[in-house]
């Protein structure tokens, strides 16, 4: 039989045991480390909770222009309409842009320059996001924008039998103009005056160097699909979404509807990550399970709606981050899974004589407190 005294001992050795340090600073720990390592590479993370969603995420979605792209554009052809001078156009849609920070607008302003134009100011200025961009250069007020914004310019007395209407200036723009170029992979933007469209900017971008190794890393770490989110063009964004390595492509998008595409994967039961950089990302960034914004060139609203923001201008932190958050995950998981472990055997060698009480404190309190942390410290060292 057990004495009274010694029952008193296995006692107080099982309350030592139950004590829930090692699982109370289980997760913590292992986020606050997470963090700092993240902090150190560039990433900043506000809060931890953003990490757990990231290790469960099933889609990723990513913006085209800035994000996929390197956003450093560059103009390839500048066509002018109807005899009009191919530098007039690029003169005035430099001058338009020359207040933006778009990146066809940084690229367009740069061209211009490069080709030695005086840059004319433009007032009245006004942008509409994911859409273009107008205002008044000289006497005359222009707007420069997506091809789509044009659609609707045709001549109001369009019937489905008056053909020669039908294959009317915008349609012949597209056939002509703007469909060559789209096709190869390029954005092309169609300024246009009171009249109608006057000319067409193309632009090209580039894949960042790393997005294909990177985007195929991301599927490798169990992310089921991924998907291009962009206001730009089909055939462009099937260009870069093929280079990328992306599944899936979604173009034409307003900011509004990237937005509803990412409540769309929600209602599907995803959990969705969003890598975005402008300010027609911030409501996708905001409404994704995680928000990702890259912060090197991204604009200040994109950080705010973001819950992570990436400082390199790199895509090689998006799979960092990621690998980050499936190992903070996994240290979470090995924590709570040994603590319970130890003190459980510890709990039943207890009534057998086998655990003196200094064990119990010694290992199943102040032991596993100490393992939990060195564990979690290994974070730092995830890249
Ligand atoms: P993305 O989703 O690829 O980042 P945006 O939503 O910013 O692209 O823009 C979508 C489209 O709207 C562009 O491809 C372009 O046609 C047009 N656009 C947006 N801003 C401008 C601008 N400042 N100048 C000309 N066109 C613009
Ligand atoms: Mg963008």
Excluded at 17 to 28: E, Y
Excluded at 69 to 95: I, N, Q, R, W
Excluded at 218 to 245: M, P, Q, V
Aim: proline content about 4%; glycine content about 10%; charged content about 15%.
């Amino acid at each position: 039989g057990v004495t009274q005294s010694t029952a008193i001992v296995y006692g107080l050795t099982l309350i030592v045991l139950a004590c829930p340090c090692a699982f109370v600073i289980a997760t913590p720990v292992s986020v606050v480390s997470s963090i700092t390592a993240a902090a150190r590479e560039g990433i900043v993370i506000t809060g931890g909770v953003h990490l757990e969603t990231l290790a469960d995420a099933t889609v990723a979605l990513f913006d085209k222009t800035g994000t996929v792209t390197t956003g450093v554009l560059s103009v390839t052809d500048v066509v002018g309409f109807d005899g009009t001078d191919p530098t007039e156009v690029l003169a005035v849609a430099a001058a338009i842009e020359s207040d933006s920070t778009h990146p066809i607008a940084r690229a367009i302003w740069a061209a211009g320059d490069a080709a030695g134009l005086q840059l004319r100011a433009p007032t009245a200025v006004e942008s509409t996001t994911g859409v273009g961009i107008a205002g008044v250069v000289g006497t005359e007020r222009y707007r420069i924008g997506k091809p789509d914004a044009f659609a609707l310019e045709r001549p109001a007395s369009v019937t489905p039998l008056d053909t020669a209407a039908i294959d009317g200036p915008v349609e012949r723009i597209d056939r002509d103009v703007v469909a060559p170029l789209e096709a190869a992979g390029k954005t092309v933007v169609l300024l246009a005056d009171a009249g109608g469209p006057v000319g067409a900017v193309a632009l090209a971008d580039t894949p960042r160097p790393d997005a294909a190794e990177t985007i195929a890393a991301l599927g490798r770490s169990g992310l089921g699909t991924t998907a291009l989110l962009t206001g730009d063009n089909e055939r462009a964004a099937a260009a870069i979404a093929a280079a990328a390595g992306i599944d899936t492509v979604h173009a034409g998008l307003l900011p509004d509807e990237k937005l509803a595409l990412v409540e769309a994967y929600q209602a599907d039961g995803a959990t969705v990550v969003m890598f975005g950089d402008g300010v027609n990302d911030a409501p996708a960034l905001a409404a994704a399970d995680v928000g990702v914004a890259m912060g090197a060139r991204g604009t200040d609203i994109a950080i705010d709606a973001a819950d992570i923001t990436l400082l390199d201008d790199g895509f090689a932190q998006t799979g960092r981050l990621r690998r980050l958050a499936v190992a903070t995950r996994r240290v979470i998981r090995q924590n709570i899974g040994a603590a319970l472990l130890v003190k459980a055997l510890l709990a039943v060698g207890v009534p057998f004589g086998l655990v003196p009480i200094w064990a119990a404190v010694l290992i199943g309190d102040a032991g596993m407190t100490i393992a939990v942390t060195s564990n979690a410290l290994r974070l730092r060292s995830v890249s």
